[in-house]
C-alpha cells in the first residue's frame, strides 16, 4: 500500500533539499574565509595612491632581486643595476603559503659578503615570501616572490664496484 503524496510531505522535502543547500553553501564558505582571507594591503585606497610613486622609487634604485632555497634555507641576491651586491641592507621577510596564512612565519636574514641568508628551513612546497629592503638614505624596496622547496630525498643507493 502506498502513502499518497501529501502538503506536508511535499513541504517538508522542499524545507530539507534547501536546508542541505544552505548547509552546504556555509560550510564551503567558512571553509574558503577560514584558509586565505583574501587581504592583501589594509586599505586598497591609500595603497593605489601611492602605487606610482613607490614604484618609481624601486625603479630609480636599479636593484634586482632574487630568492631561492637552499639546503642552507632561504637566500636572497640583490644586486645593483651594475649587477654588484648590494650590502649593509636591512631586510625582513614574512613567508606564508599562497593560499593560507597558517604556518607563516617572520625570516631573519644576514649577509654572508655575497647574499642574505635566512637559517629556517621551510617545509616542503611553495611558499610567497613578502619582502622589504630598507638601505641607507632611506631608500626602500618590497616585493613578493615565490620560493619552492622541494621534497627531500633519500640519497640514492650506488651499486658497490665489482671487481
Given at each position: 500500500m502506498t502513502r499518497p503524496l501529501t502538503g506536508r510531505m511535499v513541504l517538508a522535502i522542499f524545507v530539507a533539499g534547501f536546508g542541505i543547500i544552505i548547509a552546504v553553501n556555509l560550510l564551503m564558505a567558512s571553509f574558503a574565509t577560514g584558509t586565505f582571507p583574501g587581504l592583501v594591503v589594509e586599505n586598497s585606497y591609500i595603497a593605489s595612491q601611492e602605487f606610482d610613486r613607490n614604484r618609481a622609487e624601486q625603479e630609480a634604485l636599479g636593484w634586482t632581486v632574487s630568492m631561492e632555497h637552499d639546503a642552507g634555507g632561504v637566500v636572497a641576491r640583490i644586486t645593483d643595476a651594475?649587477?654588484?651586491?648590494?650590502?649593509?641592507?636591512?631586510?625582513t621577510a614574512h613567508a606564508a603559503r599562497p593560499s593560507t596564512d597558517q604556518g607563516a612565519r617572520e625570516l631573519e636574514f644576514f649577509d654572508d659578503g655575497s647574499a642574505y641568508r635566512a637559517r629556517f628551513d621551510l617545509p616542503p612546497g611553495l611558499w610567497r615570501v613578502n619582502l622589504h629592503l630598507a638601505g641607507e638614505g632611506?631608500?626602500?624596496?618590497?616585493?613578493?616572490?615565490?620560493?619552492?622547496?622541494?621534497?627531500?630525498?633519500?640519497?640514492?643507493?650506488v651499486p658497490e664496484a665489482r671487481e
Open positions: 651594475a649587477g654588484a651586491p648590494v650590502h649593509r641592507l636591512a631586510l632611506g631608500a626602500t624596496w618590497q616585493g613578493e616572490a615565490r620560493v619552492f622547496v622541494p621534497e627531500a630525498r633519500p640519497a640514492a643507493l
